[in-house]
Each structure stands twice: as structure tokens, then as C-alpha cells.
């Protein structure tokens, strides 16, 4: 389960990383055509519209890292939260597996104890046998032996 998980993220990881350079790839691409776009046309305007287009980008690309950072911090921490949710059920995991040991050795000390009494009940069981069996034969050999004198008298 944790090697799933942990597979699973890093797949994730992978795929989001991989978004993350292409988006910002388009990005820098996009900026960088409606920038050079922009020069050339201040080249073409006077220099009052030169300075305010130029600072119109300048804003842009400042909103662009703006925005390129904010969803940066937002992915590490969304990423601290799921390490944090895999800790978690790690430990869960762990608590869990200590408890069903516990539990298993349990059972095994209950089963054992069951069996020892058992075997001390089959013990006593067969002494009160052979006790009975041992006053049954004395006996018959008493009347045996009683009906023998018996005859030869």
C-alpha cells in the first residue's frame, strides 16, 4: 500500500512537473512574441507611448511572476500536505499491523492455554479409565476367583 502510494504520487509528480515546464515554456513563449511584438511597436511610436507600452509589459511580466510564484508555493504546500497524509497513513499502517501482531499473540497464548487444559483433562480422563478399568478387573478376578473356590468345594 505504501509503495502504491508512494508510486502513485511520484507518477503524479512527474506528469504535473512535466505540465509545469510546458506551460511555463508557452508562457515564456506567448510573453516573449508579445514582447518583441511590443518593441517593434514602439520603435514605431513616439517616445511618451514608447515608455507607456513598455511599462505596460514590464507590469505584465511582473503579474506573470506573480502569478508563476503564487502557484509554486501553492503546489509545495498541497505537495507538504499529501507527504504529510503518507505519514499519516504510514503510521496508521504501522499502529494497525502492531495491533493485529498483538492481537495474533494473543489468540496463540489463549489457543495454547486451551490445549494445555485440554491435555490435562485427557490425562485425568484416562487415569479415572484406567482407575475404573483396574477395580473392574479386581473384582472380576474377586468373583472368579470366589466362583472357582466355589466349584472345587
Known amino acids: 500500500m505504501d509503495y502504491e502510494l508512494q508510486s502513485r504520487f511520484n507518477k503524479f509528480w512527474d506528469e504535473w512537473e512535466a505540465q509545469k515546464k510546458n506551460m511555463l515554456s508557452e508562457l515564456r513563449s506567448t510573453v516573449m512574441d508579445k514582447a518583441y511584438s511590443s518593441i517593434h511597436e514602439i520603435e514605431k511610436n513616439t517616445t511618451a507611448e514608447c515608455d507607456e507600452k513598455f511599462e505596460a509589459t514590464k507590469t505584465t511580466l511582473k503579474g506573470i511572476e506573480s502569478m508563476q510564484q503564487d502557484l509554486s508555493q501553492s503546489f509545495d504546500l498541497w505537495r507538504e500536505e499529501v507527504n504529510t497524509l503518507v505519514n499519516t497513513l504510514k503510521q496508521e499502517e504501522a499502529a494497525l499491523a502492531r495491533s493485529v501482531e498483538t492481537t495474533m499473540q494473543s489468540l496463540q497464548r489463549e489457543r495454547e492455554s486451551i490445549e494445555k487444559n485440554?491435555?490435562?483433562?485427557?490425562?485425568?480422563?484416562?487415569?479415572?479409565?484406567?482407575?475404573?478399568?483396574?477395580?473392574?478387573?479386581?473384582?472380576?478376578?474377586?468373583?472368579?476367583?470366589?466362583?472357582?473356590?466355589?466349584?472345587l468345594t
Do not use: C, F, P, W
Not at 120 to 145: F, T
Open 118 to 151: 485440554q491435555g490435562q483433562e485427557l490425562i485425568q480422563l484416562h487415569k479415572n479409565v484406567m482407575k475404573i478399568l483396574s477395580e473392574a478387573s479386581e473384582r472380576i478376578s474377586e468373583k472368579y476367583d470366589h466362583g472357582m473356590a466355589t466349584k
